[in-house]
Antibody, heavy 118, light 107 residues
Framework: QVQLVESGGDVVQPGMSLRLSCVAS????????MHWVRQAPGKGLDWVSF????????FYADSVKGRFTISRDDATNTVYLQMNSLRVEDTAVYYC???????????WGQGTLVTVSS | EIVLTQSPATLSLSPGERATLSCRAS??????LAWYQHKPGQPPRLLIY???NRATGIPARFSGSGSGTDFTLTVSSLEPDDFAVYYC?????????FGPGTKVDLK
């Protein structure tokens, strides 16, 4: 079955950088777009970024545009989220999710916690 | 930018009761709307996609309806496992948005 495993979450200070990874198994990774979605403490779900299956396009929420970069490595079935200039408001559990039809998200990882605090 | 609003914010019901959750889009989204269930400590789970299609393994007591800007998720008879937060979501190939969620809790 589909398995998505995130890693890389940590406690960092504002302004620092962090790279999240998500390794996929049980799927033909190169056939699927991938997203990152986050949930801040006590808040709802917040879409962050999306990369097409062929890596040709990447899209971002306005709140992270210019600071975060999504990428993928089909050789290792991994999607990344490079997070620069982190802010306190980026504190959240970050989920890796599989895209379906460029419309909805049908498989989710367990999430990795990013805490930005001075 | 499409904004999704959900109502009510909280729904207090008992097992066996019917739950009706609403999601309204700020612009026309055709039938491109999904619903997710989220419980504490777990990842969200896709319930419904394209307004009314149940995802794999989702029980028949969950159903979705609507089109255009107004959508509904119905749970015909609540099971103890159904008490959770429910989110609607729209995607248009480039931008994706979630509603603020409806919490279904035990009355």
């Amino acid at each position: 079955q589909v398995q998505l495993v995130e890693s890389g979450g940590d406690v960092v200070q504002p302004g620092m950088s962090l790279r999240l990874s998500c390794v996929a198994s049980g799927i033909i990774f190169s056939s699927h777009g991938m997203h990152w979605v986050r949930q801040a403490p006590g808040k709802g779900l917040d879409w962050v970024s999306f990369i097409y299956s062929d890596g040709s396009n990447q899209f971002y929420a306005d709140s992270v545009k210019g600071r975060f970069t999504i990428s993928r490595d089909d050789a290792t079935n991994t999607v990344y989220l490079q997070m620069n200039s982190l802010r306190v408001e980026d504190t959240a559990v970050y989920y890796c999710t599989r895209d379906r039809a460029k419309a909805f998200l049908d498989s989710w990882g367990q999430g990795t916690l990013v805490t930005v605090s001075s | 930018e499409i904004v999704l609003t959900q109502s009510p914010a909280t729904l207090s019901l008992s097992p066996g009761e019917r739950a009706t959750l609403s999601c309204r889009a700020s612009q026309y989204v055709a039938r491109s709307l999904a619903w997710y269930q989220h419980k504490p400590g777990q990842p969200p789970r896709l319930l419904i996609y394209d307004t009314s299609n149940r995802a794999t393994g989702i029980p028949a007591r969950f159903s979705g309806s609507g089109s255009g800007t107004d959508f509904t998720l119905t749970v015909s008879s609540l099971e103890p496992d159904d008490f959770a937060v429910y989110y609607c979501q729209h995607g248009n190939s480039r931008l994706f948005t979630f509603g603020p969620g409806t919490k279904v809790d035990l009355k």
